[in-house]
């Protein structure tokens, strides 16, 4: 009943809120991408939705239009060059994140669920068909978000995603949006040109 109804009724309205409320500060934000390197103030890219299908998804764009394209920022060598001024505090603070709101009104995603994985990313899609985390709606923030996000190796991050579609309810979802807050405050898990740096030995445990 959660999931099916209620869920997706929050993310209606609050996503709405959100578009209405932040309008004017993504304008803001757009401006500063905009002034502050060449090219688009959207990224889109191509991600993995729910039951595997793809769907386009945008942010703020942090790196420079040369950038290699559908290519994980872990996976780049020196990263930090790709990325522009703004873009560096705009991922520090997940701002870059905020046009993800349209895809949860419209359906795409949720408020909470796994991060969405790029549509190439054959062994993250593949470690989180072993928990059925592909058949529920990616999320803006989520589980694995807030226990170690970019440090996390990915069988580690499959496997939390996996405790988040077991666990799935109303209290555990305000766990997870509360905890993405304070993450974000403290800067937490953000770790540009590395993942999984979270050693076996320091695993969040659900409780």
Same mark, same amino acid.
């Given at each position: 009943?959660?999931?099916?109804?209620?869920?997706?009724?929050?993310?209606?309205?609050?996503?709405?809120?959100?578009?209405?409320? /932040?309008?004017?500060?993504?304008?803001? $934000?757009?401006?500063?991408?905009?002034?502050?390197? #060449?090219? =688009?103030? %959207?990224?889109? !890219?191509?991600?993995?939705?729910?039951?595997?299908?793809?769907?386009?998804?945008?942010?703020?764009?942090?790196?420079?239009?040369?950038?290699?394209?559908?290519?994980?920022?872990?996976?780049?060598?020196?990263?930090?060059?790709?990325?522009?001024?703004?873009?560096?505090?705009?991922?520090?603070?997940?701002?870059?994140? /905020?046009?993800?709101?349209?895809?949860? $009104?419209?359906?795409?995603?949720?408020?909470?669920? #796994?991060? =969405?994985? %790029?549509?190439? !990313?054959?062994?993250?899609?593949?470690?989180?068909?072993?928990?059925?985390?592909?058949?529920?709606?990616?999320?803006?923030?989520?589980?694995?978000?807030?226990?170690?996000?970019?440090?996390?190796?990915?069988?580690?991050?499959?496997?939390?995603?996996?405790?988040?579609?077991?666990?799935?309810?109303?209290?555990?979802?305000?766990?997870?949006?509360?905890?993405?807050?304070?993450?974000?405050?403290?800067?937490?898990?953000?770790?540009?040109?590395?993942?999984?740096?979270?050693?076996?030995?320091?695993?969040?445990?659900?409780?």
């Amino acid at each position: 009943m959660y999931q099916r109804t209620i869920k997706r009724f929050i993310d209606i309205v609050l996503s709405l809120v959100g578009l209405i409320v /932040l309008a004017i500060p993504m304008l803001v $934000f757009a401006l500063i991408v905009k002034l502050d390197s #060449p090219g =688009p103030v %959207l990224f889109w !890219q191509k991600r993995v939705g729910l039951h595997k299908q793809t769907f386009m998804m945008p942010k703020f764009r942090t790196m420079y239009t040369d950038t290699p394209a559908n290519m994980p920022t872990h996976l780049l060598s020196d990263p930090q060059r790709w990325i522009t001024r703004s873009g560096a505090w705009f991922r520090k603070l997940s701002i870059d994140e /905020l046009p993800q709101i349209l895809c949860i $009104f419209t359906g795409k995603m949720s408020i909470i669920g #796994p991060r =969405p994985a %790029l549509w190439n !990313q054959d062994d993250l899609i593949e470690e989180r068909d072993k928990y059925g985390a592909n058949d529920v709606r990616p999320g803006l923030t989520g589980w694995a978000q807030i226990n170690g996000r970019d440090e996390l190796e990915i069988p580690v991050k499959a496997r939390l995603d996996g405790e988040y579609v077991q666990n799935i309810s109303f209290l555990f979802d305000c766990r997870c949006f509360f905890g993405t807050i304070f993450k974000v405050l403290r800067h937490d898990g953000v770790v540009e040109g590395g993942t999984g740096t979270l050693h076996e030995e320091k695993e969040p445990a659900l409780k």
